[in-house]
């Protein structure tokens, strides 16, 4: 289930807001400035369906994004808790950072923990399956999978250049959740 925890960027000790409720987190992020979807599909996605398949399932939304946002790149990333590489993975974006471009994931399945820091505050946002979330580029934001990730993804990218992660030199991702699953 999607969870949002708002913050003050000065005090990790309590959220000032919390909701599971998708609608609420929706207008809350919007307020932010940033996208979450829910995402349908009719087609059964089961773990180990190929690439083809997944895109396919999703396709019209797809489509509308890229002509939204002006992407050009689709892949599908996946990750399983036996992933040798897992720990260097999970450290790569735990730390504050921006891209030039917008950082979009579709989560087809399993979890991950996306945190937005906008103007003062930190948002929190648990993405499960069937959600869409967009980091507007420049946003600072960590991005946690927790130390037995488990998720498929669609990435949507202007091009995988621009992909590359600038890191603001704070230490405020470590005072904030991480994902424990
Ligand atoms: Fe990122």
Known sequence: MTELRIYSDADPAAPQIESSDFETIQALLARAGIKLERWHTNAVIESG????????????DIERLKREGGYQTVDVVSMVPSHPEKD??????????THREDEVRFFVDGQGLFSLHVGEQVFEVLCTRGDLISVPAGTPHWFDMGPNPRFTAIRLFDNPEG??????????AGQYSRLDN
């Open 163 to 172: 992909w590359v992660a600038h890191f603001t030199g704070s230490n405020i």
């Open 49 to 60: 369906v190929d690439t083809h398949a997944i895109l396919d399932a999703y396709a019209e």
């Open 88 to 97: 260097l993975l999970r450290q790569k974006f735990l730390d504050e950072h």
